[in-house]
């Protein structure tokens, strides 16, 4: 531990600042202020925001379709300042766990990210003809990291995982550049939505594996634990699911699609056109805020979102049952865990359409939902790293 010291709190850092970012995006979505800033990497031209009647009159002159909006200017860039520094910080614990490891030391992967932060700031510059190419580029990059993890194996620095990160950021960064560029795009707010809770999940990971945090249980427990390895893995493979379900939801606002409980619009199963509803083909050029799709497109999405915390329900309400069974105390601790979490994610989820999706606890909605993925990481690794006492 004390060997990791340096990644353990840039680790905690990042952890932290990630938190701060998820609930910040969701904040900005749900607020509406997502083109709040209309354009990348400034706001209407300006590192912060246009504050004096001047500045606020300039930017209307050049933003004419998008005049500023105060009490939307200033969620949207705190968010990109937030990422920002998340970005650097996710950088160090690159660098730092690169220096760390003693030998195989995957220096491509240190080119490979020095290339696309090269390119993302190039893109700042030269514009959307650079799009494909960062993308093909990242692609490579990702690759590359699968490639040495299986040529190397898995390493006591978890610097495989550092540099998946430090690539994870770059692209959540592009992603925070078209959900502007491409006004909204359901596609690409859905896809930065998941990025940011990718970049959460597995900043938590990465401080567990640097701390080393496991259980270490009797023979009879562990046998227990690994008989639900498989039930722990589809838990969170389902809340996954419907974290992208509950993304799509929001990014076509189609959150009071169903404004009453428990039937919607008055019927068991209403009217729905599923095959618009999840059209992942939407053009790009249109303005998205608000949302293009009919009522009975979101009827659809919010209907299957609905049908998706049915499956989350019994999945992670059973993992949890598991937990609770298991003789080891420490594990039981961890089924109360994931079941309070469960609890409070329903009510959240349930009050959005009882009290019309009042922006608070639309946010805290969200951030359940990322508390109850890191509480399945942290299960998924704890069952993965067990040892026997």
């Given at each position: 531990m004390n060997?990791?010291?340096?990644?353990?709190?840039?680790?905690?850092l990042a952890?932290?600042?990630?938190?701060?970012?998820?609930?910040?995006?969701?904040?900005?979505?749900?607020a509406?202020?997502?083109l709040?800033?209309?354009d990348?990497p400034?706001c209407?031209?300006?590192l912060?925001?246009?504050?004096?009647a001047?500045e606020i009159?300039?930017?209307?002159?050049?933003?004419e379709?998008?005049p500023?909006e105060?009490?939307?200017?200033?969620?949207?860039?705190?968010h990109?300042?937030?990422a920002s520094?998340?970005?650097?910080?996710?950088?160090?614990?690159?660098f730092?766990?690169?220096?760390?490891q003693?030998?195989?030391?995957?220096?491509s992967?240190?080119?490979?990210?020095?290339?696309i932060i090269?390119g993302?700031?190039?893109r700042?510059?030269v514009?959307?003809?650079?799009?494909?190419?960062m993308?093909v580029?990242?692609?490579?990059?990702?690759?590359n990291?699968?490639?040495?993890?299986l040529?190397?194996g898995?390493s006591e620095?978890?610097?495989?995982?550092?540099g998946f990160?430090?690539g994870?950021?770059?692209l959540q960064g592009?992603f925070?550049?078209?959900?502007?560029?491409?006004?909204?795009?359901?596609?690409?707010?859905?896809?930065?939505?998941?990025?940011?809770f990718a970049?959460?999940?597995?900043?938590?990971?990465?401080l567990n594996?640097?701390?080393?945090w496991?259980w270490?249980?009797?023979?009879?427990?562990v046998?227990d634990?690994l008989?639900?390895k498989?039930?722990?893995?589809i838990?969170?493979?389902?809340v996954?699911?419907?974290?992208?379900?509950g993304g799509?939801?929001?990014?076509?606002y189609?959150a009071l699609?169903c404004?009453?409980?428990?039937?919607?619009?008055?019927q068991i199963?209403?009217?729905?056109?599923f095959?618009?509803g999840f059209?992942?083909?939407?053009s790009v050029?249109?303005?998205?805020?608000?949302g293009?799709?009919?009522?009975?497109?979101?009827?659809?999405?919010h209907?299957?979102h609905?049908?998706?915390?049915?499956?989350?329900?019994f999945?992670?309400?059973?993992?949890?049952?598991?937990?609770?069974?298991?003789?080891?105390g420490?594990v039981?601790?961890?089924?109360?865990i994931?079941a309070c979490a469960?609890?409070?994610?329903?009510?959240?989820g349930?009050?959005?359409?009882?009290?019309?999706?009042?922006?608070?606890?639309a946010?805290?909605?969200n951030?359940?939902?990322?508390l109850?993925?890191?509480?399945?990481?942290t299960?998924?690794h704890?069952?993965?790293?067990?040892?026997?006492t």
């Open positions: 060997n990791n010291s340096t990644l353990i709190k840039l680790s905690i952890v932290f600042v990630a938190s701060v970012v998820v609930v910040l995006g969701a904040f900005t979505r749900l509406h202020a997502g709040g800033c209309p990348w400034t209407y031209g300006h912060w925001v246009p504050n004096e001047h009159e300039q930017a209307n002159l050049r933003f379709e998008t500023v105060t009490d939307k200017t200033w969620p949207e860039q705190i990109r300042i937030f520094s998340l970005g650097l910080i996710v950088f160090a614990l690159f730092v766990a690169l220096r760390k003693s030998q195989d030391r995957p220096v992967i240190a080119v490979f990210l020095a290339v090269a993302t700031i190039a700042a510059f514009g959307h003809s650079l799009d494909v190419i993308l580029v990242i692609g490579f990059y990702f690759a990291i699968v490639r040495c993890a040529v190397n898995r620095v978890p610097i495989k995982l550092a990160l430090a994870l950021v770059v592009l925070g550049m078209w959900t502007v560029t491409l006004k909204l795009w359901p596609q690409v707010v859905t896809a930065h939505l998941l990025g940011g970049t959460l999940s597995l900043l938590w990971l990465m594996r640097s701390i080393g496991h270490q249980l009797d023979a009879g427990s046998v634990l008989n639900i498989r039930l722990a893995l838990a969170m493979v389902v996954v699911v419907q974290i992208a379900l799509w939801t929001s990014s076509n189609a699609a404004p009453d409980l428990p039937l919607c619009q008055n199963i209403p009217d729905s056109d095959k618009q059209n992942f083909l939407q050029g249109p303005n998205y805020l608000g293009l799709l009919d009522n009975d497109a979101r009827t659809a999405i209907f299957s609905r049908l998706g915390a049915l499956l989350v329900t999945f992670v309400g059973l993992l949890a049952f598991k937990l609770l069974s298991n003789s080891a420490i039981k601790k961890w089924g109360i994931l469960l609890i409070i994610q329903i009510a959240l349930l009050s959005n359409i009882l009290f019309s999706l009042p922006l608070s606890v946010v805290l909605h951030a359940g939902g990322a109850l993925l890191i509480i399945l990481v299960v998924n704890r069952i993965h790293s067990v040892k026997t």
